[in-house]
């Protein structure tokens, strides 16, 4: 039985009250005073951020709870920012290291908020980013004790998903054949607000979990994660939580895996759809279908097992492919020592899926049917040297080297900025991680490249009013923008472990200061941490705005944050032309360009959150 331990009972259900609190209680209005509203470590960078006209600096004050001043100095004029809109001050008191609640800055005439100075900031909220995970598990039903509260229960959605292929018309008026085959493909996690479930995203947010747990196996310290400590329905199983988590995502990006001998009729070649696709057969054997998903958009709110629609199987295509490679590869190393069974079956399913992407090597994501995400990518020559990498570091083979060191992103002199669509680094961080036969020349060009990418987010960090490390090319934030900036945290995490200078972990701090309230908005992106956090997400089930029988979203859930790209949904149509980047957010249940929530924005949230706790 989980929770048998006291500690863990009454923490769960402080919780569960602390949540009832926020439930009712509005939120406070903006401060003009902005920083990390769960506070700051006492060693760390402590700063602040004010919009003020003045062109010279303010002199500001930090009082304690009884009134008292306990340091003062000047703010830095930065001036006329582009990416919030302000004339912004910045207030920078790391000197002060005095652990206490209650403290407040007094500037320009305004008095922020009070804040804490304290160790563990980040304590629970690795556990409750990675709870997400379990809250978004199709197949199985819900439970209040692992949940975080009977709000948050519900039944199974999609217990039993038995799909074919989507056949028929498409949106240009092509004829798709479907495939001979139906798949169990029951499991794995939803990948957002909707139900889908694909392969392409799975597989970045996957490997982001095990990743984590292979750094802090390597660190050599008592996992956070340890069997029991996180609220799982597994807990007690001897395995690790972080795993129990991962395998869950694991087991599904295998069924998605199509059986030997597979004859398909797909658009080989063709990179979007187009009236006149032309069809030939391939040996499709090996290769991972691209998504299981609604055959109808179904409208908000939505609870998963209400869902009335069909589901369907999407064709495979390379890149989910190679992200069942890469991820079905980095699982056989680290279930060799736990489960070498399910080692051997994720290694062999690598394999496969490798040889089946190379027969196959562009077949691109273009069905264009409704009711689910495209993540469709043209560009696979980072998902060949991802799945390269992790093949390598598995078995050592020579194949596998020859294809790495051939790839243009090995010892490319910068690591690219990753993402669902972008995973070249995935793999370099991996071989960075994993040991390998690599010599120390080859090692120390992938440092090399890392460190650079580091070196350029820390100035981008000096060119931002808010001081967030994250500067996008063109100024303009892009869908899921809060996880561009914590997956750049991981990047400046590495180079902090890699050359031990200070300066890096300074800035992962200044990436989740940014995500915890320094930003124009003063908000908390992160559900139930903070003063103001974000309550209305796009989610079929935690949809409270939308129906107040449903729950708000459970503590710990990240928000895709600002988006001033692609401003697509009715809500964010409103604000269209009249925001700066970083304001380009309302916490809105409507607006799924800028307040969805998704696995592979919640992965780098829990790995962020875990090292910042870990190196406090
Ligand atoms: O609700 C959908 C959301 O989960 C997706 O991320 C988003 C991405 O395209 O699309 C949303 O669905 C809308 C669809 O795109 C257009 N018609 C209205 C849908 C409203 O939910
Ligand atoms: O994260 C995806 C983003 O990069 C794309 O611009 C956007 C539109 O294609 O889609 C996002 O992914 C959504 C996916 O298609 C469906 N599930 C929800 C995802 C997050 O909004």
């Known amino acids: 039985m989980p929770f048998t331990f006291p500690a863990l009972f009454l923490s769960a259900a402080m919780l569960a009250l602390s949540s009832v609190a926020a439930a009712s209680a509005a939120d406070p209005p903006p401060s003009p005073v902005r920083f990390n509203q769960l506070g700051f470590e006492p060693g760390g960078t402590k700063r602040a951020v004010v919009p003020h006209p003045a062109t010279t600096p303010l002199a500001w004050r930090l009082i304690d709870a009884a009134g008292r001043e306990r340091t003062r100095g000047v703010t830095r004029v930065f001036g006329r920012d582009a990416a919030s809109g302000e004339h912004v001050h910045q207030i920078d008191f790391g000197v002060f290291r005095v652990p206490g609640d209650g403290y407040r800055l007094i500037v320009g005439g305004a008095r922020s908020r009070p804040f804490a100075v304290r160790e563990g900031l980040y304590g629970r909220l690795k556990y409750d980013a990675l709870n997400f995970f ?21 039944p199974a959605g999609h217990p039993q998903e038995v799909a074919g292929c989507v056949a028929g018309r ?3 008026g092509n004829e798709w054949p ?21 392969v392409v995203n799975g597989g970045i947010s996957l490997w982001t979990l095990l990743n984590l747990n292979e750094r802090l196996a390597r660190a050599g310290r008592a996992s956070p994660f340890a069997d029991g400590r996180a609220r799982l329905p597994e807990a007690g199983n001897g395995v690790d939580d972080l795993l129990d988590e991962a395998r869950w995502q694991t087991e599904f990006m295998l069924r998605m895996q199509t059986p ?4 398909l009729r797909v658009p080989v070649g063709a990179e979007r759809s187009a009236p006149g696709l032309r069809f030939s057969e391939i040996d499709a054997g090996g290769m991972a279908h691209h998504k299981v998903a609604d055959e109808k958009w179904t409208a908000l709110p939505m609870p998963p097992h209400l869902d009335p629609e069909r589901r369907v199987l999407f064709p495979p295509t390379t890149a989910a492919t190679l992200n069942l490679a890469a991820v079905a590869a980095q699982c056989g190393r680290t279930w060799r020592a736990v489960d070498p069974a399910f080692a051997d079956r994720c290694r062999r399913a690598a394999e496969r899926a490798y040889a089946a992407a190379k027969r196959n090597p562009t077949v691109y994501a273009i069905a264009d049917f409704p009711g689910s995400g495209g993540y469709g990518d043209d560009e696979l020559s980072d998902e060949f040297y991802w799945a390269a990498a992790e093949l390598y570091l598995l078995t050592g083979d020579r194949r596998y080297e020859r294809d790495l060191r051939a790839s243009p992103h090995f010892g490319a002199d910068r690591a690219a900025e990753f993402a669902w669509p972008a995973v070249a680094t995935l793999g370099t961080i991996s071989l960075l991680t994993a040991p390998s036969a690599l010599s120390a020349a080859d090692l120390a060009r992938l440092r090399a490249g890392v460190v ?25 934030y892009p869908w899921g923008s809060n996880s561009s900036v914590l997956n750049g945290a991981m990047l400046l995490a590495l180079a902090h472990d890699l050359t031990g200078n200070r300066r890096y972990r300074d800035a992962v701090t200044d990436a989740i200061d940014y995500v915890l309230g320094r930003n124009p908005l003063d908000r908390s992106y992160i559900s139930g941490h903070g003063a103001r956090p974000m309550r209305n997400p796009h989610h079929r089930f935690w949809a409270n705005q939308l129906d107040p029988k449903l729950p708000l979203p459970p503590p710990g859930v990240l928000s895709g944050g600002p988006n001033s790209t692609s401003m697509g949904d009715p809500v964010a149509a409103e604000l269209k032309g009249k925001c700066a980047p970083q304001t380009c957010w309302v916490d809105d249940a409507r607006s799924y360009t800028m307040n969805e929530v998704a696995i592979n924005w919640n992965a780098p949230l829990v790995w962020v959150a875990t090292w910042l706790d870990g190196t406090g």
Request: charged residues 25%.
């Open 260 to 263: 030997d001998g597979t004859r």
């Open 134 to 154: 379990y809250q978004n598990r199709a197949a199985v039903p819900i439970e209040a004790r692992f949940a975080g509260g009977a709000r948050w229960a519900r």
């Open 452 to 476: 650079a990418t580091a070196d350029a987010r820390l100035a981008d960090r000096d060119r931002v009013g808010y001081m967030v490390p994250y500067a996008p090319r063109g100024g303009g």
């Open 178 to 198: 479907g495939c001979p085959h139906r798949l169990d493909v029951t499991g794995g996690w939803y990948d957002a607000g909707d139900h889908g479930k694909y």
């Open 170 to 172: 498409d949106a240009h």
